[in-house]
């Protein structure tokens, strides 16, 4: 009977165990940032300092800022040919080049219907996602024709964070973490656990909770926590399966071993 007991106690305490992914330090670099935005496949380092965003490489560091437009609330370099600048006090958006040159400048002020954004991301071709924060709607805006390609239907809770690649866009609220792809359609909907920011990475999430990171993968509504070794988290991205964690002075490189 005592032999039973314990090996119902086994196989219930692995089929309950919590599983997690390994972060294996990879490397550091010293970085002073204010703000990371992204890092690509070659290394480049993209981030903020004083509303100015800066192109890192290993042979030169070019920078864009735009005075005129005030406070940078946000950069999103997922398309290094077709950099997004969001300036929210100013309801604008800055189009940049791979040599952070301006070629398209997007003024939702003078838009008719008149746009009030919050969040923005890059989109297919020459497209964004804007949340509209009158319709609490997000919207895929064509900014060479000014006109929407596709809307979702209302979302009623606080919008925390907004990512998207070309197929699908993830929009994190107080609520729930929606998963929308380019026509606008809901494909995944998960209860939001305390998150509040999350990146993308080959259509896989990573998600923050305080300072834990957690793996939700694309074919799965199982949420799995990544083991950091306790780093202080202050901001991270991922590119394919190499994790950096920014602690506003150490930018840390780590390989993800996902299964």
Known sequence: MKYTFYFILFITTSIFAQESIEAKFIKKTHLKAETLVSVDNFGTIYYLIDDVIHKKTNTKNITYNNLQLGNLHSANAFNPLKINLFYKDFNTVIILDNRLAEIFKIDFNALSPYKNVTHISTGHDNTIWTFNQDLQKLE?????????????????????????NYNYCYLLTENYLYTYNYFGSLIKKIVNDGYTTLVETNENIILKRG????????????????????????????????????????????QLKIK
Not at 215 to 244: C, D, H, R
């Open 140 to 164: 895929l805006f064509d900014y060479k024709t000014r006109t929407n390609r596709a809307q979702t239907v209302p979302v009623r809770s606080n919008v925390l964070d907004l990512k998207s």
């Open 211 to 254: 300072n834990e990171l957690f793996f939700l993968n694309k074919n799965s509504n199982k949420i799995i926590p990544i083991a950091t070794s306790n780093l202080l988290i202050n901001q991270f991205f991922v590119t394919n399966e190499t994790l950096y964690i920014y602690n506003n002075e150490i930018l840390h490189e780590n």
